[in-house]
């Protein structure tokens, strides 16, 4: 049986997996398996492929032993975002025969928001806090492995809103201010360091290429008729509400100095709560992911 080793990164602050071994000793996790942490709050599938997807508010847990949370958005589940990473997992394993590392909070959003710092993520609750520490250190511990492997990794944060304009909305740390500048102005270096792509961005790979252009997700999603802001047809918000990434994004990120590329994908209820679109979605977005990762390879 092959069980996780839990360790405390140096400097992070999170619970990371050291390394998985089974009862003969043999360490090596299997891509496609799921090990798990302290109470089997935090799952971590296993993946092969420079490609990192988190799901922090898809859970449904609500143990007694942790405390509803009394700050923030407790209560607010970001329905079918876990059904819809495990289809996520199935597409890419029928697309290429290989699996992202996906690591999912399966406590309901009341005992647990994963995507806050962590005093506002568990109110200081020791079991909410071990679970936070394990969703964190788990992305550390893929970002790390991927690093090695690879160089660099995509890092999707996968969320779900209930705006009233049903558009998938794609975060890189930009408010809606800021998309609505000019190219020119989005690649100045400076902007271009405040963004979830930080110093990875060049003369080819602008930051405005990347988050709108014909380089973006926004666009491949687009192609696939999966209305997308920000894109080529829609580059900007406007005024109607956008979500533009948070906690998770932010730390996970190049913008915080890691070897990772980051998005928030934010997606509707209408593309979320009906099964069958759900499941097109999955294999439409893993078909946009493999695009864009196709377009920015060195």
Known sequence: MIFPILVVAAGTGHT???????????????PGNSVF?????IEYVVGNLPVIISVPHGGFLKPQR????ELGSGGRQDTKTQELAREIIE??????????????????????DANREQFDATLDDSIATIAWKEFHGFIDSAQR????????SLYID???????WQVAELGYLLVSGQLNMSDKQLDSIGMQQ???????TDHKLTASRLIRGDWSLGALLEKEGIATV???KIPHPGNKPYFSGGYNLEQHSAFSRRNAWGIQVELPTGIREDEARRRAFADTFVKSLLGFLANVRE
């Not at 942790?66 to 949370?69: A, G, M």
């Open 16 to 30: 990371g997996l050291l390394e998985c071994i089974d009862s003969a000793g043999v360490g090596a996790p299997i």
């Open 37 to 41: 942490g302290k109470n089997n709050y």
């Open 66 to 69: 942790i405390p509803d949370r």
């Open 91 to 112: 597409s890419f394993r029928q697309q290429t025969g290989k699996y992202p590392h996906v690591i999912i909070n399966r406590l309901h959003r009341d005992k647990l």
């Open 145 to 152: 492995t991927l690093e090695q492997e690879w160089g660099r």
């Open 158 to 164: 996968l969320h779900g809103h209930r705006h009233s």
């Open 194 to 200: 405040m963004t979830s792509f930080g110093h990875f």
């Open 230 to 232: 920000p894109s080529p």
